[in-house]
């Protein structure tokens, strides 16, 4: 990773716990799904842990780098020889080879002794089969890539004979996230933290934006609002800046804000804040159709282009209420045609980045108001910058990101356990949220006489749902939940860990 450039600074918020169901049982619209098998948290405080993989696909591999990266002793299963060897070659872990699902390739893995073990090949069923078989020897922790909504509800009746601890839907994920970015389009991206009641938002400060050249200590003043901006990309640098920081037009400001002051905050920058009435979105996905569901239901009129004839069928059957078109949607004649032009947002959805990324620098050309991009190869988001692509969504990332979150909370239940995490500029910088609990030191010590370590910024304190934008004078209190503003190549596992 390239190096970031830091400045120092303070700032802080509030939490989600670690564990989220009802009792009635689970709510389709959640793209992740914590069962509450094992306890997050509780028990010995295991820092570095031995995790099992299983597949080696995007986010098996994903996952792979990142907590072998935070020193995790990583195991990968997986019954395809060449991807473990490159795999192996890449990275300093152990590989089994072999079909995840058997108590005979778990065993080799010695999956009786790790501490969790996350199935994530490309078939749901293999992937409840991995942890069954895992439960079964032993393992506490266990987490399953499952796409299919239809065994929701009845995998949360069944989650301690299964020994699920956590389900994910990337899919599921990613529409949700595209669907709160059509909410707030002025927004190239939003983060939630302390059960939505706060927000980290990107947003590009214009070129001619009375802000530039303005400091940070007098941002609130300028935009009339209590927010705090918490990271600030420039020219391919990343700063965690102090109040001192200038602001310069062109710069992407990560600002953390309540959720209620967002519309104010938009108003006062004097930020276009054009209503989303249509979307047209390209490729018949199962994102599609989770996201045109959610937009239908939001009264949004959806124009869906899907070129796969029993697709089309298929998608008219379960979105009557969408427009489903029959063609090439990387044809411009056909986009021409269907008024791409007149559409206030476009999302690409294909299998294909590449055609989502041309689809999308055409719109970009046209003028289109909002234009998101699905990318799932993102080890060139950075080249993209500046050419038309501006708002890109990954279901890899997300999903890595939110597994990485739960390993976090696992690894300790001292000095406050991540709920909440997000990855920013390109996953350069790590939003993390905690819980506070009594044994961390310096509670009650007013922020000012605190020191914290180079480049972390206390972005946020939630406390009792009163949102707080810290100054030197406020504290950290016992029950509190503290969004914390760091560079990626820290590794924070504890709350201690940021003074």
């Known amino acids: 990773m390239q190096s970031v450039p830091v400045c120092g600074s303070i700032s802080m918020s509030q939490?989600?716990?670690?564990?989220?169901?009802?009792?009635?049982?689970?709510?389709?619209?959640?793209?992740?799904?914590?069962?509450?098998?094992?306890?997050?948290?509780?028990?010995?405080?295991i820092q570095n842990m031995r995790i099992v993989i299983v597949g080696d696909g995007k986010v098996g591999f994903a996952l792979t780098v990142q907590l072998a990266k935070e020193g995790h002793d990583v195991v990968v299963i997986d019954s395809n020889k060449l991807v473990l060897e490159e795999a192996q070659q890449a990275l300093?872990?152990?590989?089994?080879?072999?079909?995840?699902?058997?108590?005979?390739?778990?065993?080799?893995?010695?999956?009786?002794?790790?501490?969790?073990?996350?199935?994530?090949?490309?078939?749901?069923?293999?992937?409840l089969l991995c942890c069954i078989t895992a439960h079964k020897l032993g393992c506490a922790h266990t987490i399953a890539r499952v796409r299919n909504p239809d065994y929701y509800s009845q995998l949360y009746d069944w989650k301690d004979e299964l020994g699920l601890s956590m389900m994910?839907?990337?899919?599921?994920?990613?529409?949700?996230?595209?669907?709160?970015?059509?909410?707030?389009?002025?927004?190239?991206?939003?983060?939630?933290?302390?059960?939505?009641?706060?927000?980290?938002?990107?947003?590009?400060?214009?070129?001619?934006?009375?802000?530039?050249?303005?400091?940070?200590?007098?941002?609130?003043?300028?935009?009339?609002?209590?927010?705090?901006?918490?990271?600030?990309?420039?020219?391919?640098?990343?700063?965690?800046?102090?109040?001192?920081?200038?602001?310069?037009?062109?710069?992407?400001?990560?600002?953390?804000?309540?959720?209620?002051?967002?519309?104010?905050?938009?108003?006062?920058?004097?930020?276009?804040?054009?209503?989303?009435?249509?979307?047209?979105?390209?490729?018949?996905s199962r994102i599609a159709f989770y996201l045109a569901a959610e937009l239908i239901k939001a009264g949004v009129s959806v124009k869906l282009i899907e070129k796969e004839p029993s697709r089309c069928a298929e998608l008219s059957d379960l979105l009557p209420k969408a427009t489903i078109i029959g063609g090439d949607g990387s044809d411009r004649n056909v986009l021409d045609s269907e008024g791409l032009a007149q559409t206030d947002a476009v999302v690409?959805?294909?299998?294909?980045?590449?055609?989502?990324l041309i689809i999308s620098m055409y719109a970009n050309y046209l003028g289109i108001y909002k234009v998101i991009t699905k990318i799932n190869r993102t080890e060139f988001n950075e080249v993209l910058a500046g050419k038309g692509i501006d708002c890109a969504v990954s279901p890899k990332d997300l999903c890595c990101t939110d597994i990485l979150r739960y390993v976090r909370a696992m690894g300790n239940r001292k000095g406050g356990s991540v709920?909440?995490?997000?990855?920013?500029?390109?996953?350069?910088?790590?939003?993390?949220?905690?819980?506070?609990?009594?044994?961390?030191?310096?509670?009650?010590?007013?922020?000012?006489?605190?020191?914290l370590k180079p480049g972390i910024l206390l972005a946020c304190i939630n406390r009792r749902g009163r949102t707080i934008i810290p100054s030197g004078s406020d504290t950290i209190e016992a029950g509190d939940s503290v969004i914390v503003v760091a560079t990626a190549d820290r590794v924070i596992q504890n709350l201690q860990d940021i003074f």
């Open 92 to 127: 300093d872990i152990n590989v089994v080879h072999g079909n995840g699902a058997t108590v005979k390739s778990q065993n080799q893995a010695n999956v009786e002794n790790s501490d969790l073990l996350i199935a994530a090949t490309s078939a749901d069923e293999t992937n």
């Open 419 to 451: 709920t909440t995490l997000h990855r920013l500029v390109e996953d350069k910088v790590e939003a993390l949220e905690f819980q506070v609990g009594k044994g961390l030191p310096y509670l009650g010590q007013p922020l000012i006489k605190l020191r």
């Open 168 to 284: 994910i839907n990337p899919e599921l994920a990613t529409a949700s996230e595209i669907f709160r970015l059509l909410q707030f389009p002025s927004f190239l991206r939003r983060d939630s933290f302390a059960k939505g009641r706060v927000e980290i938002v990107e947003i590009e400060l214009a070129k001619d934006s009375p802000l530039d050249g303005c400091r940070l200590m007098d941002f609130g003043k300028k935009v009339k609002v209590q927010v705090l901006v918490c990271a600030v990309q420039r020219d391919g640098n990343v700063y965690i800046p102090d109040g001192s920081f200038q602001l310069q037009g062109g710069d992407r400001l990560h600002v953390t804000a309540s959720s209620g002051n967002l519309a104010k905050l938009i108003r006062n920058l004097g930020v276009d804040q054009r209503k989303i009435r249509d979307v047209m979105i390209i490729g018949g």
């Open 15 to 45: 939490g989600v716990p670690a564990r989220q169901f009802r009792p009635e049982g689970p709510d389709f619209s959640w793209p992740f799904l914590y069962l509450g098998h094992g306890c997050i948290g509780k028990g010995k405080c």
């Open 348 to 356: 690409t959805l294909t299998d294909f980045d590449e055609e989502n």
